[in-house]
């Protein structure tokens, strides 16, 4: 069976609207006690305007290579393969859309200021989708700039080479 893009981030199950329920790459539905809960849909207020918007870009073999020294993949879990993304940023969360089938959705609650700092909280419904298990922690450090119609956004601190190998690279707005 040819492997799927994105395939760690993949879950084999049945998909509820756009979303396929129980994803996450460890596959382990437990939240992790260490690590704060999410909580829904917290407003980012005052994000920067330049920063909201749909994007799109290619996750290129190159970018999980990058993250190979750090990525830990527990039992049955395999690297995400190359392939189309979408990242919708509103004022409320950060959501990476897988755009191959079947699709996900990884929604995670932020902080943006206009100097260019990203911080990712913790996803938002993690029994839906996830970038990694609940051993990584869920927050993460970035920063992210825009030229034209694009904003490249950099990995500072990430844990989770997943998720560091999604988001990092140069993304083209949509809308």
Not at 142 to 162: F, K, L, M, N
Request: glycine content about 10%; overall charge negative.
């Amino acid at each position: 069976m040819p492997m799927q893009p994105l395939r760690s981030l993949v879950c084999i199950g049945t998909l509820a609207a756009l979303l396929a329920p129980g994803c996450g790459s460890s596959g382990a539905a437990e939240p992790d006690a260490s690590q704060p809960a999410a909580s829904p849909s917290v407003a980012t207020v005052g994000a920067p305007h330049g920063f909201l918007g749909t994007y799109e870009r290619t996750v290129s073999p190159a970018d999980i290579a990058r993250t190979a020294k750090f990525r830990h993949e527990g039992p049955g879990q395999e690297p995400p393969s190359p392939g189309r993304a979408r990242l919708i940023i509103t004022r409320s969360s950060v959501t990476f859309v897988v755009l191959t089938e079947p699709p996900l959705s990884i929604q995670e609650d932020y902080s943006a200021t206009a100097d260019g700092r990203l911080v990712i909280n913790g996803y938002t419904h993690p029994d839906v989708g996830s970038f990694c298990g609940p051993e990584i922690p869920q927050n993460a450090s970035y920063t992210w700039s825009r030229t034209g119609d694009e904003i490249r956004i950099q990995s500072v601190s990430d844990r989770c080479a997943d998720r560091d190998s999604s988001l990092t690279g140069m993304w083209t707005r949509m809308e």
